[in-house]
């Protein structure tokens, strides 16, 4: 997706993708205002990513049609560009769950990698790649991933613009995009829309993934970026079970999931939470359906 001044503000030690390398910067979230442990855990956690983001290049690079999309995308862009890991974990998640139709919430870089992807996996299947359907809310940014889609992945990616709307799933309010193809989807990529609501500019959540599994008979798995608040929502729809974090990724991992896995907040209980001393914490649970 392309660099935004509301993006890079999130993490003051954020850093963009140098030009020419498609491959940016892990982020780090500052832990200044935390205590000596929590800075400690900070420190070995930042440790864990930046070593897998370096061998992920590494893995990339020795994938020559690979690298030469990536490059090529890359090349004279705004684009921010995700991590190495981020790229790599991509390619391997499809590669091992063999998925037919992805969904890529944010066209980016990324959309050459899940690309190839599909079409590795034909090769060695011997059938067709599938399809990625990539969306994209930025206007101007989608004219230009369009133009510069390589002519290798083009007739398995298609990119579709859409503005971004403000939704909701229960309780919980998100964006997500005002119209989505609707196709039978078996592995999401969650980066986008945007947070940041079209209506007041409150920062919200990503709600597409769980739009595509309400209506979704067959198992759906996900990879979803960066995002807390978002993580937060899906592990309180899905379960902690089936939305797992993982720290050296710093992805989430989701699935598989259908509907029929999707929990509503039915009743909500407060009474565990009360405390006759000390700070009574109130928690949401979230229950299966009847």
Same mark, same amino acid.
């Not at 030009?19 to 979230?29: C, F, H, N």
């Not at 500052?30 to 000596?36: D, I, L, Q």
């Not at 995700?82 to 391997?92: I, N, P, V």
């Not at 050296?248 to 009474?271: A, N, Y």
């Given at each position: 997706?392309?660099?935004?001044?509301?993006?890079?503000?999130?993490?003051?030690?954020?850093?963009? !993708?140098?030009?020419?390398?498609?491959?940016?910067?892990?982020?780090?979230?500052?832990?200044?205002?935390?205590? %000596?442990?929590?800075? $400690? !855990?900070?420190?070995?956690? *930042?440790?864990?990513?930046?070593? @897998?983001? !370096?061998?992920? @290049?590494?893995?990339?690079?020795? #994938? &020559?049609?690979?690298?030469?999309?990536?490059?090529?995308? $890359?090349?004279?862009? $705004?684009?921010?560009?995700?991590?190495?890991?981020?790229?790599?974990?991509?390619?391997?998640?499809?590669?091992?769950?063999? %998925? !037919?139709?992805?969904?890529?919430?944010?066209?980016?870089?990324?959309?050459?990698?899940?690309?190839?992807?599909?079409?590795?996996?034909?090769?060695?299947?011997?059938?067709?790649?599938?399809?990625?359907? =990539?969306?994209?809310?930025?206007?101007?940014?989608?004219?230009? $991933?369009?133009?510069?889609?390589? *002519?290798?992945?083009?007739?398995?990616?298609?990119?579709?613009?859409? &503005? #971004?709307? *403000?939704? /909701?799933?229960?309780?919980?309010?998100?964006?997500?995009?005002?119209?989505? &193809?609707?196709? &039978?989807?078996?592995?999401?990529?969650?980066?986008? %829309?945007?947070?940041? =609501?079209?209506?007041?500019?409150? #920062?919200?959540?990503?709600?597409?993934?769980?739009?595509?599994?309400?209506?979704?008979?067959?198992?759906?798995?996900?990879?979803?970026?960066?995002?807390?608040?978002?993580?937060?929502?899906?592990?309180?729809?899905?379960?902690?079970?089936?939305?797992?974090?993982?720290? =050296?990724? #710093?992805?989430?991992?989701?699935?598989?999931?259908?509907?029929?896995?999707?929990?509503?907040?039915?009743?909500?209980?407060?009474?565990?939470?009360?405390?006759? /001393?000390?700070?009574?914490?109130?928690?949401?649970?979230?229950?299966?359906?009847?």
């Amino acid at each position: 997706m392309p660099v935004s001044d509301q993006q890079l503000a999130t993490d003051a030690s954020a850093e963009k !993708r140098d030009d020419g390398v498609p491959g940016a910067l892990p982020t780090y979230v500052t832990a200044a205002r935390h205590g %000596p442990l929590v800075r $400690a !855990r900070k420190w070995l956690i *930042d440790a864990m990513v930046a070593k @897998r983001s !370096r061998q992920a @290049r590494r893995i990339l690079e020795a #994938k &020559p049609e690979l690298w030469a999309l990536m490059t090529r995308v $890359a090349a004279g862009t $705004a684009v921010t560009g995700a991590s190495y890991s981020d790229y790599l974990t991509l390619y391997e998640q499809v590669r091992a769950h063999r %998925p !037919r139709e992805i969904l890529e919430c944010g066209t980016g870089i990324s959309t050459v990698v899940l690309a190839q992807a599909l079409r590795d996996n034909a090769s060695e299947d011997g059938g067709t790649p599938g399809r990625v359907t =990539s969306m994209e809310d930025d206007a101007d940014w989608y004219r230009t $991933a369009c133009a510069r889609l390589p *002519d290798a992945v083009a007739d398995i990616v298609e990119i579709v613009h859409s &503005p #971004k709307a *403000d939704g /909701f799933f229960k309780c919980f309010r998100g964006v997500c995009y005002e119209t989505l &193809p609707d196709r &039978p989807y078996d592995f999401v990529f969650s980066d986008g %829309p945007d947070r940041h =609501s079209p209506v007041n500019g409150d #920062k919200l959540f990503n709600l597409d993934l769980i739009n595509v599994v309400c209506r979704s008979e067959r198992p759906v798995r996900a990879v979803v970026d960066n995002h807390y608040l978002t993580f937060y929502v899906l592990q309180k729809v899905f379960g902690l079970d089936k939305a797992r974090y993982s720290i =050296s990724h #710093k992805l989430m991992f989701v699935g598989p999931i259908t509907k029929h896995d999707v929990r509503h907040l039915k009743k909500e209980t407060f009474v565990p939470d009360l405390r006759l /001393f000390g700070t009574t914490e109130l928690k949401l649970r979230m229950t299966l359906d009847d």
